[in-house]
């Protein structure tokens, strides 16, 4: 504005307070309301950047399913001193369970869960491996002491492409609960592969005496969102990519690398079925953020470079629409 005197093309801003619980009235809000929503691209800056001082464009995100799996035993709490070893404790069960969803290579044994993943393609997993990514170096950061996963994948393939299962579990006698049985779809996977049942046969032996059920917690549309790798087909999308990377490269002093994040942004399905338009994840968080933990930080280079960043991007719109 201050340069200029005006803006180079028209916003709408959207504000929602629902993000981290699901966002479930934003993406009904977005489809009645696609009229008044109307625009030539949608963006979002809710994406990473690959390292500190490594600007980068996210071209793709995994989708995410919760399931929850409940054992219901007895009904009240029992003694282990009176009835161990003579019902069925529902913690043991679902420990099997959980036990049994992963072989020894890190293969997740859901029946046809892999079926309609899309493998990476070649040129991608090069560009990956071009990448100054130091494994050790993020095993050292994050205190693990070893790293685990599929076998036959980078750690960036197995973050970023591969899908995942992953359970957070609470028990209580009388009854254990899996709270979160989350699932990162890969490219082209869906829902019906996620929620497939996960016990199998010997597991159904093994819980006799006790009520199972999994199914999606609570109904949430949190729980409601495919994988999405954007598409560069046609003229436009191209035209943004490239502004994208002049406005990163401006903004930075760099040049971006593309990424893919093993994250989910659920309303960029939404806003994609609703609007039919491009959606440009523009993000400027960092690895080391610590996301959704204690000490969660915004890098403040990133916060003005970004803004930078931002205004030459309005301009590549504008340019872009033609």
């Known amino acids: 504005m201050k340069k200029a005197g005006r803006l180079p093309v028209n916003f709408k801003v959207i504000l929602e307070g629902e993000e981290e619980v699901g966002s479930e009235h934003l993406g009904p809000y977005v489809k009645a309301h696609a009229g008044d929503l109307a625009a030539d691209v949608v963006l979002i800056s809710d994406s990473e950047m690959f390292d500190r001082g490594v600007p980068s464009l996210c071209y793709g995100l995994r989708g995410l399913t919760y399931m929850q799996i409940d054992l219901r035993g007895t009904k009240g709490d029992l003694h282990s001193g009176q009835y161990g070893g003579a019902v069925a404790n529902p913690a043991n069960m679902l420990a099997h369970i959980i036990a049994q969803l992963r072989d020894k ?31 050790k170096a993020v095993k050292k950061q994050l205190g693990a002491p070893r790293l685990a996963g599929e076998r036959g994948y980078s750690m960036l ?20 609960r899996a709270a979160r049985r989350s699932s990162r779809h890969g490219d082209g996977q869906g829902q019906h592969a996620v929620g497939a049942e996960p016990a199998s046969r010997e597991d159904r032996r093994a819980v006799r005496g006790l009520r199972e059920e999994d199914r999606a917690e609570d109904g949430r549309s949190e729980g409601d969102a495919p994988a999405r790798r954007v598409s560069l087909d046609d003229g436009l999308r191209q035209r943004l990519r490239a ?3 002049r406005a990163l490269e401006k903004g930075f002093g760099k040049r971006p690398v593309f990424t893919r994040e093993g994250g989910s942004i659920p309303i960029v399905t939404d806003f994609q079925a609703a609007l039919n338009v491009p959606v440009v994840l523009f993000g400027f968080g960092l690895p080391d953020d610590n996301l959704h933990a204690p000490n969660e930080k915004f890098n403040l280079d990133n916060f003005f470079n970004g803004v930078l960043a931002s205004a030459f991007l309005y301009q590549e719109i504008a340019e872009a629409r033609g």
């Not at 293969?107 to 130091?134: H, M, Q, S, T, W």
């Not at 197995?158 to 006698?173: F, H, I, K």
């Open 105 to 135: 290579s890190g293969n997740i044994k859901i029946p046809g869960f892999y079926d309609d993943v899309r493998a990476l393609r070649e040129e991608e997993r090069a560009e990956f491996r071009r990448l100054p990514f130091d494994e």
């Open 157 to 176: 393939e197995r973050m970023w492409a591969r899908p995942t299962l992953d359970v957070n579990a609470s028990c209580r006698a009388g009854r254990a």
């Open 243 to 245: 502004g994208s990377r």
